[in-house]
Nanobody, 120 residues
């Protein structure tokens, strides 16, 4: 599975962005799709994940109530809607496909990162 992440950019605090993760080579069927983020000098951090089959979402506590992960079946794409953004959301965001859960090691396929910057 090849993953293409898009939608990053610069936004003011309190604003919104929507990230997208599109799969090619095969569908997301049978996988969970997760979003992680990383800032320089820190480990990659779990943000959210969704099981493709059940659409069951999982969120990090830091983004609950602000971020929403969803699937777009016809387009084989997963979206991450980010609202009420904070400067601490600034990071490179990565999408991944794999087994499920908050651990990065559970994901086999990774897309390139997309930069998200939230200004105060």
């Amino acid at each position: 599975v090849q993953l293409q992440a898009s939608g990053g950019g610069l936004v003011q605090a309190g604003g919104s962005l929507r990230l997208s993760c599109a799969a090619s080579g095969r569908t997301f069927s049978g996988y969970a799709v997760g979003w992680f983020r990383q800032v320089p000098g820190k480990e990659r951090e779990f943000v959210a994940a969704i099981r493709w089959s059940s659409a069951r979402p999982m969120y990090a506590d830091s983004v609950k109530g602000r971020f929403t992960i969803s699937r777009d079946n016809p387009n084989n794409t997963v979206h991450l809607q980010m609202n009420s953004m904070k400067p601490e959301d600034t990071a490179v965001y990565y999408c991944a496909a794999g087994r499920d859960g908050p651990a990065a090691r559970g994901y086999e396929y990774w897309g390139q990162g997309t930069q998200v910057t939230v200004s105060s």
